[in-house]
């Protein structure tokens, strides 16, 4: 089972500090700055929205450059490799990829600006309210952006750390298991209290 980040609606109270604690740590090694997760608003509250990390990813699917792939059970998109074609984004069923315009860490020299600086002040960019999906940045080169667990980070995921209301989840295989276990005796044990789970087979 692949690793993810989940959030708790009820436990999100929309400070955003998730997103400005994604965007500062990966500036700090040199990678876009752009938040990899994002805090929506409707009528029954906030909640943070970022990349489900799918057994079965439709954004790997799509990429025609193979820059999004499994790796250490999460699905990962490689910034240098990407060349902002924005399918993956358009794929995602949770809307979890974004574009953003920078330049992504070992980029080669040569994509840094496609039109000489002089020129650049003369090009409109687009406004900042429009969808990042139809955006624009004379010059800048656009690149896809997600979660990718913080994998730089020893600590983990820095959204999950700095949440002041613990309404982010780190998820990973044994965290699974030891969930579905405590759900599994407790429905046992709910049935008849003199029932134990421990030792059970497949099939008993």
């Known amino acids: 089972m692949n690793r993810f980040v ?6 999100c109270i929309g400070c955003n500090t998730c997103m400005a604690a994604c965007s500062e740590a990966h500036k700090k090694v040199g990678l876009v700055a752009q938040a990899r997760l994002t805090v929506v608003r409707d009528d029954d509250g906030t909640a943070p929205v970022l990349c489900r990390h799918c057994e079965d990813a439709p954004c790997a699917k799509v990429c025609p450059v193979n820059a999004i792939v499994l790796k250490d059970n999460a699905i990962m998109l490689n910034e240098s490799t990407c060349i902002g074609c924005k399918l993956c984004g358009l794929a995602c069923p949770f809307g979890a990829i974004t574009p ?8 080669p020299d040569c994509y840094e600006n496609y039109i000489p600086e002089s020129l650049l002040s003369d090009l409109p960019s687009s406004a900042p309210s429009m969808s990042p999906f ?5 010059g800048r080169k656009v690149i896809a952006t997600k979660c990718d667990l913080c994998s730089f980070r020893s600590e983990g995921p820095a959204c999950v750390h700095s949440c002041p209301t613990n309404a982010l989840y780190f998820i990973d295989g044994s965290t699974m298991n030891s969930a579905s276990k405590l759900k599994q005796e407790a429905f046992v044990s709910s049935l008849d209290p003199s029932n134990d789970i421990n030792g059970l087979q497949g099939g008993e």
């Open 100 to 107: 953003a315009a920078s330049e992504p860490e070992a980029l």
């Open 6 to 11: 989940i959030a708790e609606p009820r436990k």
């Open 134 to 138: 139809l955006a624009w940045n004379p």
